[in-house]
């Protein structure tokens, strides 16, 4: 009775969206093709699986401590699966070095290579999902407050080492996968307090990119990510956004554009149509800001939406890739992935089903009028019922109901992990 509810709600939308020009079964095969890269780390709050990892540090930190996180490789691949299961098309897995099969082995972050994610790949092709990549420089002896930009060449050489490797592991699973992995480089280097020399690491850093990015891979594309700062990093952070804005445009390197990174008021969908015009590709970290610099669930705000708005209009959707980034640990975990996973989703279908070649034309036409009045009408929309649709072919919940499955989940597996 409820899928025949979503059918008919949905036939009225086609109708009220074709009246506007809009093909919402093209939108739908749009959306089938819309691949969010889930973020690994949201399932275990950052901790990854090296046999003696310590506390949190680099600057950043998961909060909250809701029952039930995944403690090894099995329970984090059986959390994704049940994740991926209630969110509508297939998708992507992002995973860091530190989610590794260490088999109870000491591998230091410098010797990491293919064979500690030869059993990802597998899994990843069982369940048919495609692999991206991160290297790990944060929560590590040798990370403290800087990495590629310390002034100790044997730190400094120890890190290069890693993200080499690390580049080398995406290439390996990119061949194995058929399809380029894509790697995000960050870096957490910064200081708590006032910087004299920020020349200097920022020299060491574009010297170390330089030697991290040298060999060129088939399989494998890198990617920049800069941030505001860190905690206990306030003051200065090396990987700034004007330093990667430079760098990547400059080595036609593709840019990360996180937007739990940048300040509450700034719009991040602005910097959209400034960096396709000066990098190959974008890739997206989709978090929410509270207050500043902070990875919270995503939700179906303005910004986000702005920002999925402005790659449709930029007729970029082949140019940006779309991951998540949060870890908030204070409410259940595959909740989390489900709410962000699916907030992003209806950012997307409400930039999909937008009339922009109508919008466009009123607005070359300098008609401000009509082009202001077609972008409020768009708001009121029912692109909800076309959601729901989505939802319904692709054999998942619709609307809350996915609420029900989580809980019992919680019930009979995450609630007796201790």
Known sequence: MKDQLVHAAYQIAKERYAALGVDTEQVLR??????????CWQADDVCG????????????????NYPGKARNIDELRMDILKAKSLIPGNHRLNLHEIYGEFNGKMIDRNECDINMFRGWIEWAREHDTKLDFNSTNFSHPKSGNLTISHPDKDIRDFWIEH???????????????????????????????????RLLYRSLLKES?????????????????????????????VGSNDFYTAYASKNNVMITL??????????????????????????????RPVRWDSDHVTIMDDPTLELFQEIVRAGATDRVHYGLDYFDGSINRIGAYVIGSRAAQRC???????????IHTHEIAERGFQKLAWMEEEKSLPWQAVYDEFCVRNNVPVGLDFIAEIEQYEKEITSKRG
């Not at 749009?30 to 973020?39: E, I, K, P, R």
């Open 163 to 197: 993200m080499k490797r690390c580049r080398a592991i995406a290439n390996a699973i990119g061949e194995a996968q058929q399809d380029p992995c894509i790697i995000n480089l960050w870096i957490h280097d910064g200081s708590k307090d006032l910087t004299v020399d």
């Open 348 to 358: 997307m279908l409400r930039a999909l089903l937008e009339p922009v070649k109508t």
């Open 30 to 39: 749009q959306m089938q093709d819309f691949h969010l890269s889930m973020h």
């Open 258 to 287: 996180d937007t739990g990174h940048f300040h509450p008021t700034e719009s991040v969908a602005d910097k959209v149509s400034s960096m396709l015009l000066f990098v190959p590709e974008l890739m997206l970290h989709v978090s």
């Open 49 to 64: 699986f090296e046999p003696k990892a310590g506390a949190m540090s680099g600057g950043i930190q998961s909060t909250g």
């Open 209 to 237: 990119l330089d030697e991290i990015l040298k060999e060129k891979y088939p399989w494998e594309k890198p990617s920049l990510e800069s941030k505001v700062f860190g905690i206990g990093l306030e003051t200065m952070t």
